[in-house]
T-cell receptor, first 114, second 112 residues
Framework: GAVVSQHPSRVICKSGTSVKIECRSL??????MFWYRQFPKQSLMLMAT?????????EQGVEKDKFLINHASLTLSTLTVTSAHPEDSSFYIC??????????FGPGTRLTVL | SQQGEEDPQALSIQEGENATMNCSYK?????LQWYRQNSGRGLVHLIL?????REKHSGRLRVTLDTSKKSSSLLITASRAADTASYFC????????????FGQGTTLQVKP
């Protein structure tokens, strides 16, 4: 199957700093990527849809100024958690959409904000 | 919330037994997908069933879909200790945007 990578896999930062997470589709072009957040022992919650060449679409309750998404190319979407706080500590997972219903998930990024 | 529900939330069985997990969803769907997640890891796609399908098999996995009840079930037969993981259903709505709404998940423990 197709491969989606995320970088970094794990990041620890101080409160107030910004953290950028990259999501790359390695062997196909993805006009649409998705960002999910998963708190411990919970399910994945969709945060936003990242659209290549246009603004991201955010789900209700997700602050677009807090979670900046850039989809500058067909193989790369970035999520920047701005002014991170401990409550932003979570597992962030991206996915890349191909065709009608194929979706490939990255391995996730564990963010810990001290 | 559009998030679906899964039951049971947790399931513990002996190796060799069958495991059944159920999923209910709220919106109309294009397809429903099942994923596995080992602790702290990414998702592994297991099986996809389309809205016009009622049952699908893949190895030891059997998935059913009842669109009239907005529910799906995942059956794992002859379970193994390696099947220990969390299992999530995810429905892709009829808009074909690719957006997936995940259920709350079932944590399965298979004891050797």
């Amino acid at each position: 199957g197709a491969v989606v990578s995320q970088h970094p896999s794990r990041v620890i930062c101080k409160s107030g700093t910004s953290v950028k997470i990259e999501c790359r589709s390695l062997d196909f072009q993805a006009t649409t990527m998705f960002w999910y957040r998963q708190f411990p022992k919970q399910s994945l919650m969709l945060m936003a849809t990242s659209n290549e060449g246009s603004k991201a679409t955010y789900e209700q309750g997700v602050e677009k100024d807090k979670f900046l998404i850039n989809h500058a190319s067909l193989t790369l979407s970035t999520l920047t958690v701005t002014s991170a706080h401990p409550e932003d500590s979570s597992f962030y997972i991206c996915s890349a959409h191909r065709g009608i219903d194929e979706q490939f998930f990255g391995p996730g990024t564990r963010l810990t904000v001290l | 919330s559009q998030q679906g529900e899964e039951d049971p939330q947790a399931l513990s069985i002996q190796e060799g037994e069958n495991a059944t997990m159920n999923c209910s969803y709220k919106t109309s769907i294009n397809n429903l997908q099942w994923y596995r997640q080992n602790s702290g890891r990414g998702l592994v796609h297991l099986i996809l069933i389309r809205s016009n399908e009622r049952e699908k098999h893949s190895g030891r996995l059997r998935v059913t879909l009842d669109t009239s009840k907005k529910s799906s079930s995942l059956l794992i037969t002859a379970s193994r200790a390696a099947d220990t993981a969390s299992y999530f259903c995810a429905n892709q709505g009829s808009s074909n945007t690719g957006k997936l709404i995940f259920g709350q998940g079932t944590t399965l423990q298979v004891k050797p």
